[in-house]
């Protein structure tokens, strides 16, 4: 990498765990549209996972990952044993000390600490200029945006809104353990965000409301809601007394059978991102 970067090649990098889906595709190909020579990882990162989650049987298809990466012209693919990234006596973590607190912060201890290891020393080893990551993940982006300022990190952050299926459930290596039936109750997540919006635009203020009322739709169908919370979106400090409807957050987590997936939708100066539906002007 060193070499292309002194031929003035601009690097796009792509981190992901595998098991490639169209939101990984969607962010290889901004990647391909605003670099030169663009990278993936692929490494399911042990030390993200909590005790008794789903590490071991994270699903894993290399070969088929491989192929996604060429069809995409993906220039570089890293696949780094866990004993490379962790070798024996491995013991520095990167924490972002309070936006890794709340919302998926405070069911996932460790969750967002293994992260931010990680994307750190995949930063170091792969030395991108440009890091590509999705929205679904909204704690997560910020997080690493905290990071590389805070640690100086020489990297752009570029954010991609998160790619769904055509009834608005967000994409996810997860979806892969739903059952069929799982996966017809998974459409009510993202109508619980648009159920929160509509609720907002209809000039509901108080998150607690909201919060209660989606949450009883969810649970009301059989989904088991972790945390349905309105927060600002840039500190993520959960709203509790009166919505700031020009800049707020809706993030949720819930359990379909054993399995756990979260989604977003926010507000800033006014305008809506990551929303399910498609807005006016929107292609
Ligand atoms: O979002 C993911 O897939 C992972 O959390 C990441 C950023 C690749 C770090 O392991």
């Given at each position: 990498m060193e070499k292309l970067r002194?031929?003035?090649?601009?690097?796009?990098?792509?981190?992901?765990?595998g098991y490639l889906h169209e939101g990984h595709i969607k962010l290889i190909r901004e990647a391909r549209k605003k670099s030169d020579i663009v990278v993936v990882s692929i490494f399911?990162?042990?030390?993200?996972?909590?005790?008794?989650?789903?590490y071991e049987i994270y699903p894993r298809d290399e070969?088929?990952?491989?192929?996604?990466?060429?069809?995409?012209?993906?220039?570089?693919?890293?696949?780094?044993?866990?004993?490379?990234?962790?070798?024996d006596g491995y013991e520095t973590f990167v924490q972002v000390e309070e936006l890794q607190k709340p919302l998926c912060g405070m069911f996932?201890?460790?969750?967002?600490?293994?992260?931010?290891?990680?994307?750190?020393?995949?930063?170091?080893?792969?030395?991108?200029?440009?890091?590509?990551?999705?929205?679904?993940?909204?704690q997560q982006a910020l997080i690493i945006k905290k990071l590389v300022r805070d640690l100086s990190f020489d990297v752009k952050i570029e954010l991609v809104e998160t790619a769904r299926d055509?009834?608005?459930?967000?994409?996810?290596?997860?979806n892969e353990y739903l059952s069929e039936e799982e996966r017809k109750l998974a459409s009510f997540i993202p109508q619980a965000l648009i159920m929160a919006k509509k609720m907002i635009d209809n000039g509901e203020e108080n998150p607690q409301k909201i919060k209660s009322e989606c949450t009883k739709f969810l649970?009301?169908?059989?989904?088991?809601?972790?945390?349905?919370?309105l927060a600002n979106p840039d500190t993520l400090q959960i709203q509790t007394e009166k919505i700031d409807k020009k800049n707020y957050l809706?993030?949720?987590?819930?359990?379909?059978?054993?399995?756990?997936?979260?989604?977003?939708?926010?507000?800033?100066?006014?305008?809506?991102?990551?929303?399910?539906?498609?807005?006016?002007?929107?292609?």
């Open positions: 002194k031929k003035g090649k601009k690097i796009g990098f792509v981190p992901t765990m399911v990162n042990p030390t993200q996972f909590s005790r008794g989650e789903d070969k088929r990952d491989l192929k996604i990466c060429r069809n995409e012209k993906v220039d570089y693919v890293f696949l780094p044993e866990v004993k490379e990234m962790y070798p996932r201890p460790g969750h967002f600490r293994g992260v931010a290891t990680v994307v750190s020393k995949l930063f170091n080893i792969v030395k991108p200029h440009l890091a590509f990551f999705g929205l679904k993940d909204y055509s009834d608005g459930l967000a994409l996810s290596s997860r649970e009301e169908k059989g989904i088991k809601v972790q945390y349905f919370e809706v993030a949720l987590a819930v359990f379909i059978g054993k399995t756990r997936l979260i989604d977003n939708f926010f507000v800033k100066n006014g305008k809506i991102f990551n929303f399910p539906k498609k807005q006016k002007g929107e292609e």
